[in-house]
């Protein structure tokens, strides 16, 4: 019983003595990159034999999930499980789930290939995404774009490598997905140079905030530092390894690309130099997180992974990690949830252009909530993005509330030049004033008053077309909800 690997359809029972053998089959699999199948897992395994512990929501009810007993489904990330640069509600859903159910998704980060030997090499999974020879390319879509543009297949309008869709059985229009974010751990480095170690990228890119307001030549640069991370749990800190100017790439197909133009593009280490000792002593706190997470739109056919929306996506709040939840409002068929753009830590507003873009594996529990249901709580009128942890509700404001909608045709391409912190702060200004209304009794004055006083407005992030604040509210502050 000890060699056993799970498989598709593979079932076990919850017995006591089972119970040891499920926790570590899964922790096996999250540390094993080997699998090919993409669902496996105990398909009748009960909550507590997975080691499993969530509080409930504040104000969502438990879901009933027949008997109790959930699916728990693991989905690995390769080139077969992936999409690059996009949402769509095309896409065919790798599985379907139950409400109740628990996937343990893999996600790599789009930056892994800015040091391959440390992020890719040995490692099947990212080995078969990121591959790129002469003649093709493991993924070869990445972005919205054509498939002939001229910087590669998808034009790079899109950068997130996303696991999934995963649908969501009953998902209908009007219905809320819950999220719980039950673990997130580092995806170990497969070099075993680095064993133990998981790496991770961030890029000070065109696209960052402080691009061309800086003080030492040139003035307009691009800077990738590569950081360590602990894989194995036992340090709470990143650690700076180097740091190097992007040099102009010459991709396996002969395209140069004198700026990071295109997600995963190789970066050849003999072009570039590494500087050593830089952030000397600083211990960054880790705060892994997934900056992409949500559900397809009905807006348009394929989606830029870019810039956020009403459904979810690139919010990029570091605040999307272990313990939090997260609800959506579904707006096509199945809800066809994605995740991806893997952080290890960021600060509000993601300044520069990236965080510590570091691949993990997260667990999650997907709750459904019919449209039926929701009259009189607190989802009613949901039409966004909330994040919910153990002390704060978090809403997300955007330049754009549903910038598919909002912009019209060209919606996909002006929202890079619309985007403002005025308008960000504006959506999320409303959104809490409907939300302490609504959720809480209050009347407008009221409700104004302790935004003023209470509530703390931050700058989500800056760099991703929709630019996004988020209002943030301590539960404490309110009288225990009655039952």
């Known amino acids: 019983m000890s060699e056993h690997t799970c498989s598709p359809g593979c079932q076990h029972g919850v017995a006591p003595e089972q119970e040891a053998l499920v926790k570590e089959e899964f922790h096996e699999a999250r540390r094993s990159f080997l699998k090919d199948a993409f669902a496996v897992g105990s398909s009748t395994a009960a909550l507590g034999a997975l080691g499993i512990s969530m509080s409930p929501s504040a104000f969502a009810q438990s879901p009933k999930v027949g008997t109790g007993r959930a699916n728990h489904f ?13 949402f769509s509600k095309s896409l065919k859903p790798l599985i379907e789930v139950e409400s109740g159910d628990y996937v343990t998704l893999e996600t790599l980060t789009h930056h892994a290939n800015d040091d391959a030997e440390r992020m890719v090499r040995g490692d099947p999974g990212a080995e078969s995404v990121f591959y790129w020879d002469s003649k093709r390319k493991g993924v070869d879509r990445r972005g919205i774009g054509a498939m002939n543009a001229k910087v590669g297949a998808g034009g790079g309008l899109g950068v997130h490598i996303c696991t999934g ?35 991770g990228s961030n890029a000070a890119a065109w696209w960052g905030f402080h691009y061309g307001d800086t003080i030492e030549e040139p003035k307009k640069r691009e800077v990738i530092t590569i950081y360590e991370v602990d894989a194995t749990g036992e340090r709470n800190y990143a650690s700076a390894v180097y740091n190097f100017r992007w040099t102009p790439q010459t991709d396996p197909f002969g395209i140069v690309h004198s700026i990071i133009d295109y997600p995963g593009v190789p970066v050849d280490h003999k072009t570039i130099k590494e500087n050593h000792n830089v952030l000397k002593n600083v211990r960054i706190p880790i705060r892994p997180h997934f900056g992409t997470m949500g559900v397809a739109p009905s807006e348009a056919d394929m989606v830029n992974s870019i810039p956020p929306n009403y459904t979810g996506g690139n919010i990029d709040n570091w605040r999307i990690g272990k313990g939090a939840t997260l609800y959506y409002p579904v707006s096509v068929a199945g809800g066809l949830f994605s995740v991806g753009d893997p952080h290890a ?18 667990t999650f529990q997907l709750i459904l909530h019919k449209k039926a249901s929701l009259p009189g709580t607190a989802l009613e009128s949901l ?8 002390d704060e509700w978090l809403l997300h404001g955007f330049s754009y509330p549903n910038y598919l909608a909002d912009l019209g045709p060209d919606a996909q391409n002006s929202i890079f030049a619309k ?20 959720t809480q009794g209050l009347t407008e004055d ?17 760099v991703d077309g929709n630019w996004g604040v988020h209002a943030l509210v301590k539960k404490s502050i309110f009288p225990p909800r009655k039952t």
């Open 74 to 86: 693991y989905v690995p990330a390769n080139d077969k499980t992936v999409h690059w640069g996009f």
């Open 419 to 438: 985007s403002s912190v005025d308008l960000a702060l504006r959506d999320a200004y409303r959104k809490m004033r409907d939300f302490l209304m609504t």
């Open 383 to 390: 039409k966004y993005p909330l994040l919910e942890t153990q």
């Open 345 to 362: 830590s960021q600060g509000d507003s993601e300044l520069c252009g990236t965080a510590i873009e570091c691949s993990l594996t997260g």
């Open 165 to 199: 869709p995963i649908a969501i059985k009953g998902a209908e229009p009007g219905d809320i997905l819950e999220v719980r974010i039950v673990d997130v751990t580092p995806r170990p480095s497969a070099n075993p140079l680095y064993k133990g170690k998981a790496f």
């Open 446 to 462: 009221e409700a104004i008053s302790l935004m003023s006083i209470a509530v703390d407005f931050g700058i989500t992030q800056v």
